[in-house]
C-alpha cells in the first residue's frame, strides 16, 4: 500500500458531533456555492491534476452539502468540477458533514 501526501489549502472543520463521509455525485447533479469568476490558471492546474490523477479522485475532494433537491452544493472545489466537466467525466468524488450515528 502506498500514499502520496500533498498539500492542499482546502480545509473542513469538523465540529464535535458530526462526521465526514464520502462519495460520488454525477457532475451534472452539483451546484456551485460560489459562482463568481474563476481565474484560469486555477482551472487549469486542476485540470491537470486530474489528469495525472487518470481514473483516480484527488484527496481531499470538494466539499459541500446535500441540498433538499438532491444536488450536492459545492462550497470549496469548484475548479475540480469545471476540470471534471472539461474532462468528460460522469463521476467526481465529495465529502460533506453529517450526525454522527
Known amino acids: 500500500m502506498s500514499a502520496v501526501a500533498t498539500p492542499q489549502d482546502r480545509t473542513l472543520s469538523v465540529p464535535p458531533g458530526k462526521i465526514v463521509k464520502t462519495g460520488y455525485v454525477h457532475v451534472f447533479n452539483v451546484e456551485l456555492a460560489c459562482r463568481?469568476?474563476?481565474?484560469v490558471g486555477d482551472v487549469a492546474?486542476?485540470?491537470q491534476k486530474l489528469i495525472c490523477l487518470?481514473?483516480?479522485?484527488?484527496?481531499?475532494?470538494?466539499?459541500?452539502?446535500?441540498l433538499?433537491?438532491?444536488?450536492?452544493?459545492?462550497?470549496?472545489?469548484?475548479?475540480?468540477?469545471?476540470?471534471?466537466?472539461?474532462?468528460?467525466k460522469d463521476y467526481m468524488l465529495v465529502a460533506w458533514l453529517a450526525d454522527q450515528d
Do not use: C, Q, T
Open 45 to 47: 492546474g486542476a485540470f
Open 36 to 39: 463568481e469568476r474563476m481565474a
Open 54 to 66: 487518470g481514473d483516480h479522485s484527488p484527496w481531499l475532494p470538494p466539499n459541500g452539502y446535500w
Open 68 to 88: 433538499d433537491n438532491g444536488k450536492f452544493r459545492i462550497v470549496d472545489g469548484r475548479h475540480e468540477w469545471v476540470a471534471s466537466v472539461m474532462l468528460g
